[in-house]
T-cell receptor, first 112, second 112 residues
């Protein structure tokens, strides 16, 4: 069965520091992969997606993610975090059907 | 223009009552979803409709009944509400071959 694991329940980063959120998936082939962000009291917003091709994908708000097939990972990165990036981040997987599986989320705290 | 909208945003009701949540999307998408997000932020799919046809029903109690009058609307009716139904319910939409989903702002349901 397919699954998505986000090993970190929460992460605290200083403003201006770099960020990496981890995501591992379980699936026999290459899935479609996504990162979504949920600000407090809001719905989820797509940050970026990977379907095929270049394994480094750029997204909105200065985020990028790298797909590594050998590690079954799709980690999200940002070189310099802003206080407004504090939110819940979800990694998600779709295998080409109507069902998307979400990870449990990583809560990002940003300290001044 | 709001892409995916839900009403109401907050819903407080007593056990045993029946309530409905409405969802509308103006993106021209064929597929719509209902998700339940619990207090730990875990996001679980409940239903998916494609072109008004039920595609996914994820072992949701019969008290939950979705209805899709047209491709732009997917409503959720809940009978005999229970304490465990308290959660945030998200509506989302997508195109079947694109898989990225657009989420509504959520409806926070509190059952007392």
């Amino acid at each position: 069965a397919q699954s998505v694991t986000q090993p970190d329940i929460h992460i605290t980063v200083s403003e201006g520091a770099s960020l990496e959120l981890r995501c591992n998936y379980s699936y026999g082939a290459t899935p479609y992969l996504f990162w979504y962000v949920q600000s407090p009291g809001q719905g989820l917003q797509l940050l970026l997606k990977y379907f095929s091709g270049d394994t480094l994908v750029q997204g909105i708000k200065g985020f990028e993610a790298e797909f590594k097939r050998s590690q079954s990972s799709f980690n999200l990165r940002k070189p310099s975090v802003h206080w407004s990036d504090a939110a819940e981040y979800f990694c998600a997987l779709n295998t080409g059907g109507f069902k998307t599986i979400f990870g449990a989320g990583t809560r990002l705290f940003v300290k001044a | 223009d709001t892409a995916v909208s839900q009403t109401p945003k907050y819903l407080v009701t007593q056990m045993g009552n029946d309530k409905s949540i409405k969802c509308e999307q103006n993106l021209g998408h064929d597929t719509m979803y209902w998700y339940k997000q619990d207090s730990k932020k875990f996001l679980k799919i409940m239903f998916s409709y494609n072109n008004k046809e039920l595609i996914i029903n994820e072992t949701v109690p019969n008290r939950f009944s979705p209805k899709s009058p047209d491709k732009a609307h997917l409503n959720l009716h809940i009978n005999s509400l229970e304490l465990g139904d308290s959660a945030v319910y998200f509506c989302a939409s997508s195109q079947p071959t694109e898989y990225e989903q657009y989420f509504g702002p959520g409806t926070r349901l509190t059952v007392t």
